[in-house]
């Protein structure tokens, strides 16, 4: 079954402790990136790849950190993870870019203590 | 002023009837324009792209105003599945790749 997953789906941790949220896609997507969801705001772009080893910052990138050493994972580091970082986080991928279809993950709920 | 602005709604219409969502976008490099609908707590997924000339699916219809800088979605005969949060989404070209997501008009649809 063609997906995204997501690990792990929920989290509650405190300030300061490092984490890692995982993303998988077996779709052979090139592209992947990172969204947070706020009340109020919606959904915000935090990182994108094109492809291995070419990341981007998005919209909110400050306090994250990304990788892509292989084409289908895209995890997403907290090195120091804050209150203000509590939130709903999604990866998805798509085939090349921006302009197709994304597929997003069932979701991360994040709380920061 | 926001990039891409969505009413919030809610919007509570009854089974059966039409509604219609409007979205502006602020950017007028914007490329490629997309509905995406988003069921509480879920994940969001394509309902539709938005062509310049316009594109209907069964009941829904996106239409694209590239002067004016909006998007519609119309939405004919409402089902009581189609209670959800519909997600206005932007991509612009020379803009890196990065998507912006409007934050949202919910929906509800009543008996």
């Known amino acids: 079954e063609a997906q995204v997953t997501q690990n792990p789906r929920y989290l509650i941790t405190v300030t300061g402790k490092k984490l890692t949220v995982t993303c998988s896609q077996n779709?052979?997507?090139?592209?992947m990136s990172w969204y947070r969801q706020d009340p109020g705001l919606g959904l915000r772009q935090i990182y994108y790849?094109?492809?291995?080893?070419?990341?981007d910052k998005g919209d909110v990138p400050e306090g994250y950190k990304v990788s892509r050493k292989e084409k289908r994972n895209f995890p997403l580091i907290l090195e120091s993870p804050s209150p203000n970082q509590t939130s709903l986080y999604f990866c998805?991928?798509?085939?090349?870019?921006?302009?197709?279809?994304?597929?997003f993950g069932p979701g991360t709920r994040l709380t920061v203590l | 002023r926001k990039e891409v602005e969505q009413d919030p709604g809610p919007f509570n219409v009854p089974e059966g009837a039409t509604v219609a969502f409007n979205c502006t976008y602020s950017?007028?490099?914007?490329?490629?324009f997309f509905w995406y609908r988003q069921d509480c707590r879920k994940e969001p997924k394509l309902l539709m792209s938005?062509?310049?000339s316009g594109n209907e699916d069964g009941r829904f219809t996106a239409q694209l105003n590239r002067a004016s800088q909006y998007i519609s979605l119309l939405i004919r005969d409402s089902k009581l599945s189609d209670s959800a949060t519909y997600l206005c989404?932007?991509?612009?070209?020379?803009?890196?790749?990065?998507?912006?997501f409007g934050t949202g008009t919910q929906l509800k649809v009543e008996l």
């Open positions: 998805a991928s798509s085939y090349r870019d921006s302009y197709n279809e994304q597929f």
């Open positions: 779709m052979n997507h090139e592209y």
């Open positions: 790849s094109m492809n291995v080893e070419v990341t």
């Open positions: 950017n007028s490099a914007s490329q490629s």
């Open positions: 938005v062509y310049s």
């Open positions: 989404v932007v991509s612009v070209t020379g803009g890196g790749n990065k998507l912006t």
